[in-house]
C-alpha cells in the first residue's frame, strides 16, 4: 500500500469573499511526482504557501509524515520533521552580491546539516542543476534561468524526501526549461517525492505518475496520467515522414486514409487527419484502441507504403484538451451555482 506524505482534508483558504481555496481533499504518495495543475488564480500557490506554513488555512487540515507511517497534524510537527521538505514557492530571489557556495551555506545552516557535511551538500546540489562552476560567482551576475536552477538547489540542498516546487519554469527559455525538467527527473529517480505546479502541460505528462486539476479553488479532478487519457473520447498520433508529400497529391492521400481509419476507429471526427508541412507528417485523430493504433500503422507503412520516419502517440495535445474540457465544465457549473445563490 502506498504510503501518504501530505494530506489535505477539507482544506480552505478565504480572503474576505474571495475562496481561494475550496474544501480541498488530495494526497501526495511517497515516491509520486503529483503534478498541480490549473489556470492563474487557480489556488495552486495558496495552497503550497499553507503548506509551507507562510499562510494559515481558514479551515480545514494539513496532515504531513511523521516519519514512522503515519500522518501528524501540520501545526503540531516538530520543526525537524518540517525539514524533510523543501520548498521553492514562487519566483526565488538572492541577494546580488553573495554567490551560491555563501547562501547554500546558510540555507544548510538554517536547515539544521551538520556542518561537517555542509560542503558537501552544497557541491551535491550544484551539480544536479549544473552550476557547480559558478558556485563562487556572485548571483547578480546570473541569468533568470540561472537563479531559477540555484533556487531549485536551494530546495534540495538538504536531500529533502518531499519536494514542493511552484512553477519551477516559469519565464525561461526553452533550453532552460529543458535544464529543469532533467533536475526533475534527477530528483525523481531519486526516489524523491516532487509536489509539482504548471503551466506547462509537456512538462507534466512527461514527469508526473499523477495530475491532479485545480480551478477557483476546487480539486476538478486526480488521476494517473493514463486514466485521465482513457476518459477522452479521442487520441492523436503524431506521424513523421522522411520527405515531404507533394501538393497536388495531399488532399486525395489524407481523405483516402481518413476513410479507411473510419472503417474501424470509433471516432465522431469529421476530419481525423491533418496533413502538416512542418513537420512534414500527419495528426491522426482515433478513437484510442491500441488495435486501432495497429491497424494505422498497417495503412501507412503496408498499404500506401509511406516513408515514415516516426510514430507516436500524442500525449500533450490531448491532456490540453481534457484540461480545457474540464475547466470550462467547471467555470460552467460555477456561474449557474451564483446564479441559484443570487435567486
Not at 152 to 164: C, G, K, N, R, S
Not at 188 to 202: A, E, V
Request: positive net charge; glycine residues 6%.
Amino acid at each position: 500500500m502506498t504510503q501518504t506524505v501530505v494530506k489535505f482534508s477539507e482544506l480552505k483558504k478565504k480572503y474576505h469573499d474571495l475562496i481561494a481555496v475550496n474544501d480541498l481533499n488530495l494526497e501526495i504518495y511517497q515516491g509520486e511526482v503529483l503534478g498541480f495543475v490549473g489556470p492563474n488564480g487557480a489556488g495552486k500557490t495558496t495552497t503550497m504557501k499553507m503548506l509551507g506554513g507562510l499562510i494559515k488555512p481558514t479551515s480545514g487540515q494539513i496532515e504531513i509524515t511523521n516519519g514512522n507511517g503515519s500522518l501528524a497534524k501540520a501545526r503540531e510537527v516538530p520543526s525537524e520533521l518540517y525539514r524533510r521538505f523543501g520548498f521553492l514557492i514562487d519566483i526565488p530571489a538572492f541577494y546580488g552580491h553573495v554567490t551560491p557556495r555563501k547562501i547554500l551555506g546558510y540555507y544548510c545552516r538554517l536547515l539544521g546539516v551538520p556542518k561537517e557535511k555542509i560542503e558537501k551538500q552544497i557541491e551535491w546540489a550544484l551539480k544536479i542543476v549544473k552550476l557547480t562552476r559558478w558556485k563562487n560567482k556572485k548571483i547578480k551576475e546570473f541569468s533568470k534561468g540561472m537563479k531559477q536552477r540555484l533556487g531549485l538547489a536551494q530546495a534540495i540542498v538538504h536531500e529533502p524526501d518531499v519536494a514542493v516546487l511552484d512553477e519551477p519554469q516559469t519565464g525561461l527559455d526553452p533550453a532552460a526549461r529543458i535544464q529543469v525538467r532533467k533536475i526533475m527527473k534527477k530528483l525523481k529517480d531519486l526516489g524523491k517525492t516532487i509536489f509539482l505546479s504548471s503551466h506547462m502541460l509537456y512538462e507534466i505528462s512527461e514527469i508526473c505518475d499523477r495530475i491532479a486539476i485545480i480551478n477557483r479553488g476546487e480539486l476538478i479532478a486526480v488521476d494517473k496520467l493514463v486514466n485521465l487519457e482513457q476518459k477522452m473520447t479521442k487520441q492523436e498520433i503524431g506521424v513523421e515522414l522522411l520527405e515531404p508529400i507533394n501538393p497536388n497529391n495531399v488532399n486525395k492521400l489524407v481523405k483516402e486514409i481518413s476513410e479507411k481509419i473510419k472503417a474501424f476507429s470509433e471516432n465522431d471526427d469529421k476530419i481525423p487527419v491533418v496533413y502538416d508541412e512542418n513537420i512534414p507528417g500527419f495528426h491522426i485523430y482515433y478513437d484510442g484502441k491500441p488495435s486501432s493504433r495497429k491497424n494505422i500503422h498497417k495503412i501507412l507503412t503496408s498499404d500506401l507504403k509511406l516513408p515514415i520516419i516516426g510514430f507516436s502517440r500524442v500525449r500533450t495535445s490531448r491532456l490540453e484538451e481534457l484540461y480545457i474540457e474540464l475547466v470550462e465544465n467547471n467555470e460552467i457549473k460555477y456561474t449557474q451555482n451564483n446564479k441559484l445563490k443570487r435567486r
